[in-house]
């Protein structure tokens, strides 16, 4: 089987590559298991060294690993240097905080009848990591950082439109500094996941991607009784009430619904417009949306390049075209333009019923859903009437509509007049059909350890 990386922004293939055989599999796998045994018991300040330079190696090669990115799926070619700068961000974070995260947690002893007896966090082993295109580098690095720090070593297993930017990782932490074998990428198709994932050398898995895969990852876990934690999709709602200052929440809204050229999890996806201002929102994100500039994706002045592959761009537009023809309102966009490339324009759909794919529907480009509601309650309940539960947004200057919305809006994070976005110091998952389980900040560094409970009797 050929992987192959292709510019969307062309169509044109870039470079192909061999997918490894079962021998190298099974010599990676070995090499993860055998470096493991000694990774484990390096000190925190060997692997923080290595760490911080893996981020001094991401600083240095910024330019050209953004070049990548954006060659392989499109995103704009500042959004890629950003990609690039939080990885380096995050790997200084886990660096500077992984000993005080993973230290040794005391615990009542006298109420457990115990000299001392405390929580000590120990690393699991070889963890398969499935990642995504969207966020190439980003994705995998949010778990390798921290999966790498607490003495764990990784196997990736990348999405296989993004081959270049997979080996790029593949070296990068050896080259940093980490024992070789550490982190290893696997050039192989999905169907030899399960391969990978049963092997008894792998101890657990994590995944960033389509519920469906993920539904498999879990199915092959399960039967195994190995840990996964699995962030899915998600069809985030953004609220706008009426004391909410419109024009910030117009111009973020559009942010929002953009970023990625439309295509991430967390990406504001349905607009809940309170009556109120429905039509001072609506004219104002239509305007800005209608306003961006799509094209060349390494073009300073490009707001919004093509979708990462062909058939996204069908998928979007079956998805605004299902919707159209059963009676929605096409505000701005909703023509694929002509020429080369996997172009979809920034568009707006209002009038949306349930009847329609766009109602249900994750919709994984620049397409925004707007919805008219009466209340906050009415919101709230729109708002969590989807499968998914990701993030949240809404935007209110009102006290108690921000504390009803942090509590009752079903999602793993609620951002509040602002974008819902990833940092390393904040948890991020979802919960419902956006997946368990979480990464980032101290619980994400804890989800592949042992809490081992140790208890200490005697004089």
Excluded at 53 to 62: G, T
Aim: charged share 25%.
């Amino acid at each position: 089987m050929a992987i192959a990386s292709v510019n969307p922004a062309t169509g044109e293939t870039i470079e192909e590559f061999a997918e490894i055989g079962e021998p190298e599999i099974e010599a990676r796998i070995a090499r993860s298991d055998e470096v493991f045994r000694a990774h484990r018991r390096d000190a925190y300040d060997v692997r923080a060294k290595a760490m911080r330079r893996a981020a001094d190696l991401l600083d240095a090669e910024k330019g050209e690993v953004a070049a990548m990115m954006t060659a392989e799926m499109g995103k704009t070619l500042a959004a890629a240097e950003a990609e690039v700068a939080k990885c380096a961000r995050l790997c200084r974070f886990y660096a500077d905080r992984a000993a005080d995260f993973l230290a040794d947690e005391r615990a009542d002893a006298d109420a457990v009848g115990a000299r001392k007896a405390y929580v000590r966090y120990e690393p699991l082993g070889p963890v398969l990591a499935v990642m995504p295109w969207n966020f190439p580098l980003w994705q995998a690095m949010r778990f390798a950082a921290p999966a790498l720090m607490a003495g764990n070593t990784g196997l990736l297993k990348h999405a296989s439109n993004v081959p270049r930017t997979a080996l790029y990782l593949g070296e990068l932490f050896t080259r940093a500094g980490f024992p070789e074998g550490a982190f290893q990428t696997l050039l192989i198709g999905s169907k030899l996941v399960e391969r990978v994932l049963s092997d008894p050398r792998v101890v657990a898995a994590t995944l960033t991607g389509s519920e469906g895969a993920g539904r498999s990852i879990a199915a092959i876990a399960g039967r195994e009784l190995k840990k996964t934690v699995l962030e899915l999709g998600g069809s985030d709602p953004f609220l706008v009430l009426p004391s909410a200052d419109i024009e910030a929440a117009a111009r973020t809204a559009t942010t929002a619904r953009t970023q990625n050229n439309g295509q991430s999890c967390i990406a504001a996806k349905r607009f809940i417009v309170h009556t109120d201002v429905y039509d001072d929102f609506a004219a104002a994100f239509t305007a800005n949306m209608a306003a961006l500039r799509v094209g060349d994706p390494t073009a300073a002045g490009t707001d919004v390049g093509p979708l990462a592959q062909e058939q996204g761009v069908r998928d979007v537009t079956e998805q605004v075209e299902d919707a159209r023809a059963k009676g929605a309102r096409i505000l701005c966009g909703g023509e694929r333009p002509p020429g080369p490339g996997w172009y979809y324009p920034p568009t707006v759909v209002a009038e949306l019923t349930p009847d329609m794919r766009m109602y249900r529907e994750e919709v994984f480009g620049p397409v925004a859903g707007l919805y008219r509601v009466s209340d906050l309650d009415e919101a709230i309940a729109l708002a969590n009437a989807t499968p998914f539960g990701l993030g949240a947004n809404a935007w209110t200057d009102d006290d108690a509509e921000q504390r009803r919305c942090a509590a009752e809006l079903a999602a793993g994070a609620v951002f509040v007049n602002g974008m819902v976005t990833s940092h390393p110091e904040l948890p991020f998952g979802g919960i419902k059909t956006s997946g368990y389980g979480r990464e980032l900040a101290h619980l994400g560094i804890r989800e592949f350890c042992n809490a081992k409970t140790v208890w200490v009797g005697g004089g």
